[in-house]
């Protein structure tokens, strides 16, 4: 737990977080840090939670003396969203504070109720109202529903000009210690820029056209910080709005000038034919991005294909048909709504075919829009044939990519 002077009697309570399946699904390979706010005016608000203490009200009692907060002077929690990651802890601060109001969106008052059976002391706040804590911290509401749950709002302190976001522009990836983005280089950001994109892509995802609403809204806040629920806090506030924006419009395509190929083989002979797909696109001047199924995750592919104009599918027919691991991630992109997709795909099959038939379904029925490049299957191993075929499929997809991203 790391406690830091952020503003004018304000502090960011952080922490990181390893080895746990985010929302009990997702992996997180490189961790995730959690943060909750304290604003001390004349009275003492904590924004969306207090994170890092292991559950039980007297450890929860000892942090707040530790970080000299008397519990009882605690008189505001502040929900910017209901998610359990954020309000958790709530129902153990009732055992050492029983005195407080709560300050939540209309949806966030019912989903208090849903999750922990609170319906008393709930003041609902959204884009007209205001509050103020004393001593300049006097604050706004901005309601950005759906980014993440519909209850979803902002919190801007007008006194230190720190917009509190909860969800939004959030990121996954331990900080380490670091709380501003100011504080990595270059190449630090980068790297964490692909955590940012596993958050956005695994989390938020289905929602971008909210998340479009939200950031037209936030970009009229007068705010000098970002300060999100998870990850890094931002100075620099415009380079997260516009990553995010970008981030949303790659929903419907096209998105970067980047190809994912997904795969997944039962006894080599579409790994054969992978092997050569390879080969093909070392040659091509194009960003790719390779993972196997099921040995790399959802969470994983889908960043991947996110950002990715381009993807190629290859894998063999199972029991009439698609190669199982496939048809499940494949339902995940689709749900995600990575729409618009330029695709090629091929793969072998034993006695009969169907994976495309399959591939077909899902794509109608999650309404994905993929267009499809002519398949190659191959009963068994792929002959010379099918591997020129591949070879001039995979040229055709990269120059479509390409030409896609360019009149973008
Ligand atoms: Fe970080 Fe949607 O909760």
């Known amino acids: 737990m790391k406690i830091t002077d952020i503003a004018e009697g304000t502090y960011q309570l952080s922490i990181d977080v390893e080895n746990i399946l985010f929302e009990g699904l997702w992996d997180i390979p490189k961790g995730v840090t959690l943060n909750s706010y304290i604003i001390k005016g004349e009275k003492t608000a904590i924004v969306d939670g207090v994170c890092g203490w292991d559950g039980v009200p007297e450890s929860l009692f000892s942090l707040l003396k530790e970080l000299d907060i008397e519990p009882a002077s605690i008189k505001y929690l502040i929900v910017n969203h209901v998610e359990p990651d954020h309000s958790g802890w709530i129902e153990a601060f009732k055992k050492i504070n029983n005195d407080f109001q709560i300050l939540c969106s209309k949806k966030g008052k019912e989903l208090l109720g849903a999750f922990y059976g609170l319906t008393e002391n709930i003041t609902v706040v959204g884009d007209k109202d205001s509050f103020d804590l004393g001593k300049g911290h006097v604050l706004s509401f901005a309601e950005i529903p759906n980014v993440h749950w519909p209850d979803t709002i902002g919190t801007f302190d007008h006194g230190t000009e720190v917009l509190f976001t909860c969800d939004a522009f959030g990121s996954f990836g331990k900080c380490d210690g670091r709380i501003y983005a100011e504080e990595f280089s270059k190449e630090e950001l980068k790297e964490y820029e692909e955590e940012t994109l596993r958050y956005y892509s695994n989390i938020v995802a289905t929602f971008s056209p909210q998340v479009k609403s939200a950031i037209r809204k936030i970009r009229e806040i007068p705010a000098k910080l970002i300060a999100p629920g998870h990850g890094l806090m931002w100075k620099d506030t415009k380079t997260i709005i516009d990553a995010y924006d970008d981030y949303a419009d790659y929903q419907k395509g096209p998105a970067r000038e980047e190809i994912t190929l997904i795969w997944g083989s039962m006894y080599g002979m579409t790994e054969t034919a992978v092997k050569h797909a390879l080969k093909v696109l070392e040659k091509e001047d194009i960003t790719l991005h390779v993972h196997r199924v099921p040995e790399d995750s959802w ?9 990715s104009t381009g993807v190629i599918l290859a894998m063999p027919t199972y029991e009439f048909k698609m190669f199982p ?21 091929f793969g072998s099959y034993g006695w009969s075919g169907g994976a495309e038939r399959e591939l077909a379904d899902i794509n109608t029925r999650l309404n994905m829009g993929w267009e499809f490049l002519e398949p190659v299957e191959f009963a068994g191993v792929p002959g010379e044939e099918n591997l020129q075929k591949i070879e001039s499929q995979i040229k055709e997809l990269v120059k479509q990519v390409k030409e896609a991203v360019k009149n973008k």
């Open 299 to 307: 969470g994983t592919v889908l960043t991947s294909v996110w950002t």
């Open 325 to 345: 691991p496939m048809s499940a991630v494949l339902e995940e992109i689709g749900k995600k709504k990575a729409l618009n997709r330029k695709v090629f795909r």
